[in-house]
């Protein structure tokens, strides 16, 4: 179980995407979950197609919105993360 930084509630993996600081504090989405560099992760968006549900590279709307009200990015990365990064982050409303 991991902690979305945004709504702060304990999810597990598949619930969630990882994202990585990368060169010159930009922040990445990593679907691998295998990049290495310090982790943070966040809740996605998954679609239900019949009985099967699909994980969605996207982030949710809402944590994104708790997490950048809570700052958590610099938390998370004190004074390393170009903010301007996280709007490039793929994010979706949720359902
Ligand atoms: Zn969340």
């Known amino acids: ?3 979305c ?11 969630l995407v990882r994202l990585v600081l990368s060169e010159n504090g930009v922040l990445k989405l990593d679907p691998t979950g295998k990049v290495s560099g310090r982790g943070s992760y966040l809740c996605c968006v998954s679609s239900k197609i019949g009985k099967r549900v699909k994980k969605e590279l996207f982030i949710k709307e809402s944590c994104m919105n708790y997490a950048i009200q809570r700052k958590a990015f610099t938390k998370a990365y004190p004074g390393e993360v170009n903010l301007g990064s996280i709007e490039e982050l793929p994010v979706k409303k949720d359902e």
Not at 5 to 15: S, V
């Open 5 to 15: 930084i945004g709504c702060m509630k304990k999810r597990p993996k598949y619930e």
């Open 1 to 3: 179980m991991r902690t």
